[in-house]
């Protein structure tokens, strides 16, 4: 059983399109989060969400927006996709501290 | 600024080996510091963790020792195996905070 997933695995698109990852956990964390990790590994936080209210929002571009539909999904939109978005993105929920990360989204932006 | 950061961004290591990945953060207020492995086309996977109050924590073949002074944390491996290869990161929070930040990375290589 899967505690973090994230759909889909894999994702390649064309510039100017709007794509949606999806994340569920099965933890039953208060609090979850989306990383960017770009080709040097550098692991970026983007958002958090406590109990579905957004707690974090690292100065990411409006074209992203993060929605909870509840405690268990937090799923990431992404509006007129640039080539530099291209990178991995990591969903995870966490318990107090520790964090448990998804498998990650590999985006490419053609 | 905040920063969380590694002296060494590649070490190999022969198996059998112990290994020594170290991380050095700028933080003061941060009270909780854990390290985690990434093994390829995988996420981040939590190895152990440690608070402000300790200076040493063991686990299973794993060592995670903290100086407050010189603000560095450091992740022993006993007896190095092949499926330590990964890419190993510290990360820090400060006290009641939900922001972890992470350090750069090391890549663990171990030889055969």
């Known amino acids: 059983d899967t505690a973090v997933s994230q759909t889909p695995k894999y994702l390649v698109t064309q510039m100017g399109n709007d794509k949606s990852i999806k994340c569920e956990q099965n933890?039953?964390?208060?609090?979850m989060y989306w990383y960017k990790q770009d080709s040097k590994k550098f692991l970026k936080i983007m958002f958090s969400?406590?109990?579905?209210?957004?707690?974090i929002n690292e100065t990411v571009p409006n074209r992203f927006s993060p929605k909870s539909p509840d405690k268990a999904h937090l799923n990431l939109h992404i509006n007129s996709l640039e080539l530099g978005d291209s990178a991995v993105y990591f969903c995870?929920?966490?318990?107090?501290?520790?964090?448990?990360f998804g498998p990650g989204t590999r985006l490419t932006v053609l | 600024g905040e920063s969380v950061g590694l002296h060494l961004p590649t070490l190999s290591v022969q198996e059998g080996d112990n290994s020594i990945i170290n991380c050095a953060y700028s933080?003061?207020?941060?009270?909780?510091f854990i390290w985690y492995k990434q093994e390829s086309g995988k996420g981040p996977q939590f190895i152990i963790d440690?608070?402000?109050?300790?200076d040493k924590r063991q686990g299973q073949r794993v060592t995670v020792l903290l100086n407050k002074t010189v603000k560095h944390l450091s992740l022993q491996i006993a007896a190095t195996q092949p499926g330590d290869s990964a890419v190993y990161f510290c990360?820090?929070?400060?006290?009641?905070?939900?922001?972890?930040?992470f350090g750069a990375g090391t890549r663990l290589f171990v030889k055969a």
């Open positions: 995870a929920s966490a318990s107090v501290d520790t964090q448990y």
């Open positions: 933080n003061s207020a941060s009270d909780y």
């Open positions: 440690i608070r402000s109050n300790m």
């Open positions: 933890l039953g964390h208060d609090t």
């Open positions: 969400y406590n109990n579905k209210e957004l707690i």
């Open positions: 990360a820090e929070t400060p006290t009641g905070g939900f922001k972890t930040i």
